[in-house]
């Protein structure tokens, strides 16, 4: 077989395109191609080839051990009947759909990965795959399409301060304009990078943490959001690295105060119409959107599993923090699980979805949508009912009130959270044996790692691992 050949795990005419590619980026100065994935602890992993190999690549993948699946934030290995042993390999296939020059990283591109095995199937532990299969799914028996977004928080600390401490490196308050201004240079070289790389930002500000800052970008389909949420990640450490910053995008970097999230925003969609707009249901939400946000609603502990991965996520999940550690439903309201968003008037039929709070940035983006998706469809097929709205905060209902509308704390602990995922047939089987248990044994791995450290042990050692 030679490399003009159709690859085992390839696209066909991908390798015809990739060599055109490869000049296009050798004629714009591009030197080398990032080849990214997440894995199941959510860590970004990358390896890269030289643009020359571009279209090596798109025939034959890149090599890169399983073993990977089940490696924890601090990249030691735990193990599944099928993962974590030093056998075996991968091939690693770039996406040239979502191949990118990267505006803040002179001499670099970027593509997200399919990870194949070399018999040419997709791996069963790839999310990247169990994301595009899950919505491939939901329109095939439902006629579903989705448009999804995840919010960006992050802080800022100057590189080399204190050693490995967090110390911001803004002082301004919470949304101040002196904030903005401190990272004025930063923040508009992260605008225009983002810019010519084709994302598009809806909005930038300082947030509440000190030295926290978000950025919102536009709606996508599923893969594509998640890849972006990647993508835009990239960015932010390559801008920071160039003006002596250090961000982090952990839950938590303090034992204490509001962390960082990466909160999902996504609307179901059927033939060009937004089901949470335009119904005869609660703001505007039809039918089929009441039952999918019930479904949602229904999996959320156990989605907590995907949605809130690390020992460091307990951290940001506490009561009346606007984190959602409810199992509670409200339109506008910041303290529950699942925010309703409707729109303004006059955008409503573009703009409404479903915003699912309880998650971070420690999450792999991958596996936090697919697992939504399918929690939401698992409600949607049963025509689950949406229970009563709450309103303002969930922590200050009487235990009475709270068991009448159904409203429970969400898992306390990591461990709870695999319990809950341990029970839950649709989430497990929407993720597929394989992954299900890499799932089980990284979040027990990173729960063992982190007994007996208390909260301020806990934030220090995620705080530069996402």
């Not at 919102?216 to 594509?224: I, M, T, Y």
């Not at 839950?251 to 609307?267: D, E, K, M, T």
């Not at 089901?275 to 949602?296: D, I, K, N, P, Q």
Request: glycine residues 10%; aromatic residues 6%; contains cysteine.
């Amino acid at each position: 077989m030679s490399e003009s050949d159709p690859a085992p795990g390839g696209r066909p005419g991908d390798v015809e395109r990739a060599t055109a590619l490869s000049g296009e980026l050798t004629g714009q100065g591009v030197h080398g191609v990032v080849l990214a994935y997440v894995d199941t602890a959510g860590i970004a992993r990358v390896k890269t080839v030289p643009t020359a190999k571009l279209a090596a690549a798109a025939a034959w993948g890149v090599g890169m051990s399983p073993v990977f699946d089940t490696f924890l934030a601090d990249d030691s290995i735990v193990t599944t009947d099928v993962l974590g042993s030093p056998d075996g390999d991968l091939r690693l296939y770039p996406d040239l759909d979502r191949l990118t020059v990267l505006a803040a990283q002179p001499g670099w591109a970027w593509a997200p990965v399919d990870r194949i095995t070399q018999e040419g199937a997709p791996h069963p532990a790839c999310g990247r795959t169990v994301l595009r299969r899950t919505v491939a799914k939901a329109a095939a028996r439902h006629g579903l399409t989705f448009r999804a977004a995840v919010e960006i928080e992050w802080v800022v600390a100057r590189e080399g301060t204190d050693g490995d401490a967090f110390v911001p490196a803004v002082s301004g308050p919470a949304y101040g304009a002196a904030r903005q201004v401190e990272l004025s240079d930063c923040a508009a070289d992260l605008l225009a990078a983002l810019a010519a790389q084709g994302v598009d930002v809806e909005q930038f500000h300082p947030e509440y943490a000190a030295g926290q800052f978000e950025v919102s970008v536009g709606a996508l389909d599923p893969v594509a959001a998640a890849d972006h949420s990647v993508l835009v990640r990239q960015t932010i450490r390559a801008v920071a690295r160039r003006h002596g910053l250090r961000v982090s995008f952990a839950p938590a970097v303090l034992g204490q105060g509001v962390g960082n999230g990466g909160h999902l925003h996504l609307s179901a969609w059927r033939d060009g119409t937004n089901l949470h707009a335009g119904g005869t249901g609660r703001y505007g939400m039809t039918a089929e959107a009441e039952s999918f946000v019930a479904g949602v609603l229904g999996h959320l502990p156990a989605l907590t599993a995907m949605t809130a991965p690390s020992p460091a996520s307990r951290l940001r999940l506490r009561p009346s923090q606007w984190a959602g550690v409810f199992t509670a439903w409200g339109r506008e309201t910041r303290e529950a699980a699942l925010r309703i968003v409707t729109g303004t008037t006059g955008v409503r039929d573009r703009a409404a979805n479903l915003e699912v709070k309880p998650v971070d940035l420690a999450a792999n983006p991958y596996l936090a949508l697919a697992s939504v998706i399918a929690a939401g469809l698992d409600g949607l097929s049963a025509s689950a009912p949406l229970p009563a709205e709450t309103t303002g905060d969930p922590a200050r209902l009487g235990a009475d009130e709270a068991a009448a509308r159904g409203v429970r704390r969400l898992p306390v602990t990591l461990t709870e959270s695999v319990e809950a995922f341990r029970a839950d047939g649709v989430l497990r089987e929407a993720l597929g044996g394989v992954l299900a248990d890499a799932v089980i044994a990284v979040r027990l791995g990173e729960a063992r790692s982190a007994e007996g450290l208390d909260d301020d042990g806990v934030a220090a050692a995620y705080r530069w691992k996402y």
